[in-house]
């Protein structure tokens, strides 16, 4: 499977909102599960949410409502729109496309 990148990590104020995005070079994204995962400060790498290729997301309780995942064939993309971030949102999140692991993209919050 060809390696995912990540995209749009960065700097967000608390409550602000960042949107991630995932994409497969050269191949589609869209005929596989694709997964976020994050590695935050204090915490074991946990799951965020996925996205099934018929389009079926799950997203982790403690995050939903606030993270949604979503895909946009059309694009070759995958996203994961990220609101009311807190401090505790600030890590590296990494794309999952089926069992390959992306490089990772940090997302800081600070005032």
């Known amino acids: 499977q060809v390696r995912p990148v990540e995209s749009g990590g960065g700097l967000v104020q608390p409550g602000g909102s960042l949107r991630l995005s995932c994409t497969a070079p050269?191949?589609?994204?869209?005929?596989?599960?694709v997964s976020w995962f994050r590695q935050t400060p204090g915490k074991q790498r946990e799951f965020v949410a996925l996205i099934n290729s018929g389009g079926d997301a799950t997203h982790a309780t403690s995050l939903k409502g606030r993270f949604t995942i979503s895909r946009d064939s059309a694009k070759n993309m995958v996203y994961l729109q990220m609101n009311m971030m807190t401090s505790q949102d600030a890590g590296v999140y990494f794309c999952?496309?089926?069992?390959?692991w992306g490089q990772g993209t940090q997302v800081t919050v600070s005032s």
């Open positions: 999952r496309l089926g069992t390959t």
């Open positions: 050269g191949n589609s994204i869209s005929t596989t599960s």
